[in-house]
């Protein structure tokens, strides 16, 4: 369809949109249930494709921009959202002059004449920090969407642009852009007490059946294309490791413009505490080390205490037991300054293990969590549990200021901030390391009363993010 009649078709349709939309009302707020928790509240969003607003309005942007290619669309949309900006425009050639946290395409791809043209446009209006947010219908539905057309339980729409997950994303790659995540919703897109519930909140999601959802989304990313360099704050919590404590500070390379290294001493039975104290007196003027002794319990509140005291750009975790390499970091460095990664996740799971570095049953917990945690988070996750994670400041600041959607749930730290990071679309990426056994004391993994914890935050996550 050229531009003129697809303006002639979006013009038809703008004054009986309203009424289409209350007609199949579970379809389009099931659409939105989806964009309002993919996009955080109070971002900055464009929507191109924009009908009357109702979407955009609905995800509270602090700005929110709407593009659409009916003066008709943009004169309700104005009317209906004073507080929004709109505009009429060729979607396939955005000058905007500015870049925005999400741009979301509804619905749009099936009516574009030249789709990798409108994601290069994109290009205009992102930063490296922009998602792109696309949702496009299951070509599987076709003959079911035609019968609704027919019996005039939908409005009738010309024949769209036939699009499958390779073909978006292979567009999206040409225009300099990766997916983060992808899926489907929605099995059943009409509303049955009871039914609905069921079958699009519990069947929809299960592997194999959630292919056949009706509702097709994306989101993507810009590939950055230049590196930075950044300053970096090493958190390592240590509880009854006095044997490790010097030795991190030995074995740890120079990378980043600065680099800072904080302890969080843990409440040891041993002399950890005393011995974190008397190296940072030994190497003071040779390294900036900083200390503190956590007030609360485990791994994950001494984790957030270093990382309130970090001053870096990029915040590592290192555990003290010295089991990942510190000689490693400058490759996790390396990952995200190059923008390969917004959140590196250290994976033990690829190269052979150390003698009595990992026991059998700790391995195969470890590949049921990541089977499980790949599915739940959209994103590939080989080691949940590996203790070497890093992300920007900047980023976990975000997680931390959206902690209230899990709460305070996770006694590790791994969890929280993996969660806070898939819940923030950002990239992730695992780092393979080689694991090492220890040299000093023994591990503060309780394996039954954790790996019971672990199975509990599973199906936490399940159901934060997949059955919601």
Sequence with gaps: MNKNLLKEYFDCLALNRDKW??????????????????????????????????????????????????????????????????????????ELGESFDYIIFSDLLGYLNDIERAFWSLRSVSNNKTRVVITYYNYFWEPVLRLAEFLHLKAKQPIQNWLSPNDVENMLGLAGFE????????????????VSIFVNKILANLPLLSRLGLIQYVVARPIPEDRKNYSVSIIIPARNEKGNIENAIKRMPSFGTTQEIIFIEGHSTDDTFDEIKRVADHYTGKYNIKWARQKGKGKGDAVRLGFEMATGDILMILDADLTMPPEDLPKFYNAIA???????????????????????????????????????????????????????????????????????????????????????????????????????????????????????????????????
């Design 21 to 94: 939309i209350r007609r199949n009302n579970y379809y389009h707020k099931s659409l939105k249930d989806l964009c309002r928790f993919v996009v955080p509240a109070k971002s900055s969003v464009l929507e191109v494709g924009c009908g009357t607003g109702d979407l955009l309005n609905s995800i509270e942007p602090s700005y929110g921009l709407g593009i659409d290619f009916s003066g008709r669309m943009i004169e309700i949309a104005s009317k209906k959202y004073p507080n929004l900006n709109w505009r009429v425009a060729d979607a396939e050639k955005l």
């Design 338 to 468: 190059s923008g390969r990664g917004e959140f590196i996740n250290g994976s033990r799971l690829v190269y052979p293990l150390e003698n009595e570095s990992m026991r059998f049953l700790n391995i195969l917990g470890n590949k049921f969590f990541s089977l499980m945690f790949s599915w739940i988070l959209g994103q590939r996750i080989k080691d949940t549990l590996c203790g070497t994670k890093v992300l920007f400041k900047k980023d976990y600041e975000l997680i931390a200021a959206n902690r209230k959607y899990f709460g305070d749930f996770d006694p590790f730290g791994d969890f929280d901030l993996l969660f806070g990071a898939a819940k923030l679309n950002l990239k992730i990426v695992e780092m393979p390391i080689r694991y090492q056994a220890r040299t000093y004391g023994d591990t503060n993994i309780q394996r039954w009363r954790h790996g019971w914890l672990l199975l509990k935050m599973t199906l936490f996550a399940a159901r934060k993010f997949k059955f919601r």
């Design 179 to 194: 997916i983060i995540k992808q899926g489907n919703k929605v099995l059943l897109p009409v509303y049955i007490p009871l």
